[in-house]
């Protein structure tokens, strides 16, 4: 009517109100988990204390608040001011279990889960490729021709 164009629309987002505060949420928590996986990179440690404190594993166990993530960091770091001298009192069947359970929950989620998920069947194929390329070839050359 004055000769300006409206730009109401384009202000607001496109998302729904709770769409936008999911994606704030996660961009909060993506930001929270930057900053200690740079401060590590500058003293050239590997960051597997926000790994693991991010880990699938807590989230399934409802542990999205930050005290069980600073309780799996405070492990972590137990188990390395030990030299890992600590995992000698874990059992071996109990650690050989976690070992099998963990690699059949990997192999579930990305051949089983990711089969259905995946549109593309070829695109699919990459994974159980570089998965034998890595038993025949080695890991690192695997990931090279990957």
Known sequence: SNGKPNN????????????????????YILE??????????LFGGIAVCPSISA????FQLGCEKAAPQYGSCLLMLLVY???FSIVQYIPKPAFSSLMILAGLDMFRAWMVQSFYRTQSKGEWLVAPILVALAFWLGMLNAIFVG
Not at 8 to 17: D, G, H, L, Y
Not at 55 to 58: I, M
């Open 8 to 27: 109401k629309a384009a202000a607001e987002p496109s998302t729904s109100n709770k769409e936008w505060k999911h994606k704030l949420a996660l961009n």
């Open 32 to 41: 929270g988990y930057s900053y200690p996986q740079i401060l590590v990179a």
């Open 81 to 83: 001011l030990t030299n």
């Open 55 to 58: 880990s699938v594993t807590l």
